[in-house]
């Protein structure tokens, strides 16, 4: 493994860049995320719904206070009954591959929405929500505790150890890792466990986050790490873009630095803003544009707080600030969507396709825009309309081309007015995570990414 990425980072020119780290700066290439589109240019809607329902079940009641509810009661039996998971659509995501102790075979899927690392323990199946064959020995240190997180609808559970975790080469020693007895959330993709790079605030473990230990350790002097998210652009022939717009896909150059930031990834000076809760990389939203237009009422309607979240798909908004950026699209359709079942219905957004909205978030007073290819997550089919019990829908959508949008409506923390800013829009903006940015705080920046 570790050749493999030394390879990549000559290949890449990594410090041939002038870039600011003096230190070991480690790239992981991270295999791209599969679109949502099929080859037609419509929508898998069993795909996208099972995506969207995970991330809400991921931000559902974990607020900073009760994220890690129940950490604190000493370990049971690791072999009590289980619930079988539904997978839920996780192969929508960015992994890369990492050892725990002397074992490799991990793939981590880096989430800046969370702050834990969990691997598949020995006795995690299919079952109990684990994919893959490769399983952790539990040869860590036992801390004799367990980390569990209680969704609405399921749990996800682990023994807590210390081991030695190592990604790209650089290694966090004494670093908490769970190893999972249940898991939710995971699929058949590649990914067989979660590396979180969000704050210790939001361990459900209580404990550092793999980044945070690597930085306590003086593994990286630049205290940052950042991510370039490619697009399968080629993947997505959607009929209302220009074809001749669509370029190759970028998305075997997704990678992740380690310790610094890849200059060779993305142009112009990085635009920082200072985090506002280190937690989530939540950082204020100043507001959406469509067209470059946002009128007064929005202004107040849209402000709010974002967390930066790799782990996200798409972008949820809270329901009234949605409201008003739809409104700017003509045509556009609220769908809730009951059939998720949840306690609050998510509200998909749909448009005719014919539009081409240009969406763009404010972020530091700079705007940041959505690629189309981007907003457009594909085409629906008229069983949608049937799917979401809206004969008077179905009927619509044979006579116009709708197109669902990357902005999903769900209030997350309705009091900061939070938004998930996900990989719809951190494929168009390389994004830099510091933990001692200029003035000493935390604080995220984006730089517009290459070939986008
Ligand atoms: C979404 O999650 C709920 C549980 O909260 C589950 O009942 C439902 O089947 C899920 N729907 C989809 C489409 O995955
Ligand atoms: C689990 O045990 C470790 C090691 O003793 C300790 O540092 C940690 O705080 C414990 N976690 C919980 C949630 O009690
Ligand atoms: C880890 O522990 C298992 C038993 O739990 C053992 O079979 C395996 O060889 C160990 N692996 C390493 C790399 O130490
Ligand atoms: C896309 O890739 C193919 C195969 O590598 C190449 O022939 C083609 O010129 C590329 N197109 C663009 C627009 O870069
Ligand atoms: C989209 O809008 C942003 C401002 O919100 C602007 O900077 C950008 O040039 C626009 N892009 C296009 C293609 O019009
Ligand atoms: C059904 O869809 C139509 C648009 O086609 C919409 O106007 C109407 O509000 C929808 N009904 C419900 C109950 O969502």
Redesign the pocket.
């Known amino acids: 493994m570790q050749s493999i990425l030394v390879c990549s980072l000559l290949a890449a020119g990594a410090f041939s860049a002038p870039t600011p780290a003096t230190s070991p700066s480690q790239k992981v290439p991270l295999p791209k995320r599969a679109a949502f589109a099929r080859s037609t240019g419509t929508l898998d809607t069993t795909a996208y719904l099972a995506n969207l329902n995970h991330t809400i079940q991921k931000y559902s009641g974990k607020s900073l206070r009760s994220y890690g509810i129940s950490a604190k009661h000493k370990r049971q039996s690791a072999k009590e009954a289980l619930t079988d998971q539904i997978s839920n659509g996780e192969d929508e995501l960015y992994y890369g591959p990492g050892s725990v102790g002397a074992e490799s075979g991990f793939t981590f899927d880096f989430d800046t929405g969370s702050a834990d690392t969990f691997i598949p323990g020995p006795s995690c199946g299919t079952a109990q929500g684990c994919v893959g064959t490769v399983k952790y020995g539990n040869n860590g240190t036992d801390e004799g505790n367990t980390t569990s997180i209680t969704y609405g609808s399921g749990s996800v559970q682990g023994e807590n150890y210390y081991d030695s975790v190592t990604v790209a080469g650089l290694t966090a020693k004494h670093q908490n890792v769970i190893s999972l007895t249940q898991a939710a959330g995971f699929s058949s993709s590649n990914a067989n466990s979660l590396m979180g790079m969000g704050f210790q605030a939001i361990a459900a473990s209580g404990q550092p986050p793999y980044f945070k230990t690597l930085i306590d350790q003086k593994q990286v002097t630049t205290q940052e790490f950042s991510f370039y998210l490619g697009r399968a652009a080629g993947e997505f022939p959607a009929p209302m873009i220009d074809k001749s717009n669509i370029k190759n896909g970028t998305g075997a150059k997704s990678e992740m630095t380690l310790g610094g930031r890849d200059t060779s990834k993305f142009t112009g000076t990085p635009v920082q803003v200072a985090v506002s809760t280190p937690g989530y990389w939540q950082i204020p939203l100043d507001g959406v544009k469509v067209n470059a237009i946002e009128d007064l009422v929005d202004q107040i309607a849209d402000k709010g707080q974002a967390a930066i979240d790799t782990g996200t798909t798409i972008i949820l908004a809270p329901l009234l600030a949605a409201t008003t950026i739809f409104a700017r699209i003509p045509g556009a359709?609220p769908?809730?969507l009951a059939l998720l079942g949840g306690a609050v219905e998510p509200i998909l957004y749909i448009y005719p396709c014919a539009m081409s909205p240009n969406v763009s978030i404010t972020f530091g007073g700079t705007d940041f825009a959505i690629d189309p290819r981007d907003f457009n997550l594909g085409q629906l089919t008229p069983d949608f309309g049937t799917l979401v019990g809206?004969a008077?829908?179905a009927s619509?959508l044979k006579k116009t081309a709708y197109c669902v949008a990357a902005i999903a409506a769900f209030d997350i923390q309705p009091a900061e007015n939070l938004y998930v800013v996900g990989d719809t829009f951190l494929k168009n903006w390389y994004s830099i995570y510091s933990y001692n940015a200029a003035n000493g705080s935390p604080a995220v920046s984006f730089a517009k990414s290459v070939s986008v």
């Open positions: 359709i769908v809730p809206n008077t829908l619509v």
